[in-house]
């Protein structure tokens, strides 16, 4: 039986990295019905084994842990030296120096090598497809395999390497594109249901929605589940750090960028992303490895205009609020918009 089919509540925290995913609000997520999930990405293999310690010992309900992908694919050095040239008087003036742009798997071999030592329920992957001796290893084990697709094709080739569900993401999400690199964009309810009409796998739709009734719609639409990752934010369970609290409840426009990690990632648009999304080349992890110390410092002293402030489109209507009660919230929303839905059919011709 699969984890989707006897979630109580249709609801999935999307893995946030960087911060806001932690332990505690996968498990609140989790033990109020839906799937929570931790983020593996950029943390070491030590910390995902005791953040997955720390959930089961805070729920015995499923959850889900995300991996990212090494990224393959030629990076073009000399525009990853000439982007480091153009930031390096503003890390002067945030009193760092640029990180080298080494390259790197995120230590993806050590979180699989956990991750098949001590199996967890669900596992998806970002960053393209998993290839096929990881999926067949993780399912043998009874872990359940998700990829993330952002195109009708790459959800194809998902389902020929047997995945058991696809975390189906429009250009609305908050956070990296998590595909394939060159797939064209699609907005989350085309994206749905084209890969509905071909492919016979559960879906989770994920990309804009952070209410009840954005649910309601995805369900209709032929998702399993919505996953949400800005919506959760701003719940005093999540690590968001004050400044990305503040820009999440914010009115501020978004936008697709590689300005801060060299892939194309939505966020609140502030004055970085403003002055350098034309010149980011190409290139992650390397343009990451570039803007980390300063991406940090941003954190660090709290300044809006130069951090990644990671947000979908919809983040406006993201509220405060502990975890189990926004999943608790979200399903009567939905439950509601459902019906008055039907409601209305009721009197088409
Ligand atoms: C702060 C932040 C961090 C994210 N980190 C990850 C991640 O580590 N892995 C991943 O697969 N997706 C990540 N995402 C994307 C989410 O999984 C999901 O697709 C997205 O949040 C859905 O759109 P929404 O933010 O509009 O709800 C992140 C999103 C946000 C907002």
């Known amino acids: 039986m699969s984890v989707l089919s006897v979630l109580p509540r249709p609801i999935v925290a999307a893995p946030m990295a960087g911060g806001p995913s932690t332990p505690a609000l996968a498990a609140a997520v989790s033990a109020a019905g839906g799937l929570g999930f931790l983020a593996a990405g950029m943390i070491s293999a030590d910390r995902l084994v005791a953040d997955v310690a720390e959930v089961r010992a805070r729920t015995d309900r499923p ?51 956990a991750l098949l030592a001590d199996p967890v329920p669900v596992v998806s992957f970002a960053f ?24 009708p094709d790459a959800a194809t080739a998902a389902v020929r390497l047997g995945v058991d569900a696809m975390v189906v993401q429009g250009t609305e999400a908050g956070g990296h594109r998590g595909g394939l690199p060159d797939d064209e964009d699609y907005a989350l309810l085309p994206l749905l249901r084209l890969v509905a009409a071909s492919c016979d796998r559960p879906l ?36 968001t750090s004050p400044m990305h609290r503040a820009a999440a409840a914010s009115a501020a426009p978004t936008a697709l960028t590689r300005a ?57 209507l993201a509220k405060e609020a502990p975890a189990g009660d926004l999943v608790t919230e979200l399903v009567a929303e939905a439950r509601a918009a459902l019906s008055a839905a039907a409601d209305r059919s009721t009197a088409w011709g």
Do not use: M
């Open 63 to 113: 959850f889900g842990v995300n991996v990212f992908l090494p990224t393959a694919g030629a990076v073009d050095e000399a525009a990853v030296r000439a982007y480091a040239e153009r930031l390096a008087p503003e890390a002067r003036r945030h009193g760092v120096t640029l990180g080298e742009p080494r390259g790197g798997d995120d230590g993806y071999p050590a979180k699989l090598a």
């Open 260 to 316: 801060f990690t060299g892939k194309r990632s939505r966020a609140v648009v502030n004055d970085f992303l403003r002055r350098h999304d034309r010149s980011a080349p190409v290139g992650y992890p390397q343009v990451l490895q570039l803007t980390r110390p300063l991406l940090a410092a941003a954190r660090g002293s709290g300044d809006a205009s130069v951090a990644n402030l990671w947000a979908g489109q919809a983040h406006p």
């Open 204 to 239: 989770v739709a994920a990309g804009g929605i952070a209410d009840g009734a954005g649910v309601a719609a995805v369900l209709t639409a032929g998702a399993a589940a919505a996953q949400l990752g800005t919506a959760f934010l701003r719940c005093p369970e999540a690590g």
């Open 128 to 151: 393209g497809l998993p290839d096929p001796a990881a999926v067949a290893a993780l399912r043998e084990r009874g872990t359940e395999v998700w990829a993330t697709v952002n195109s």
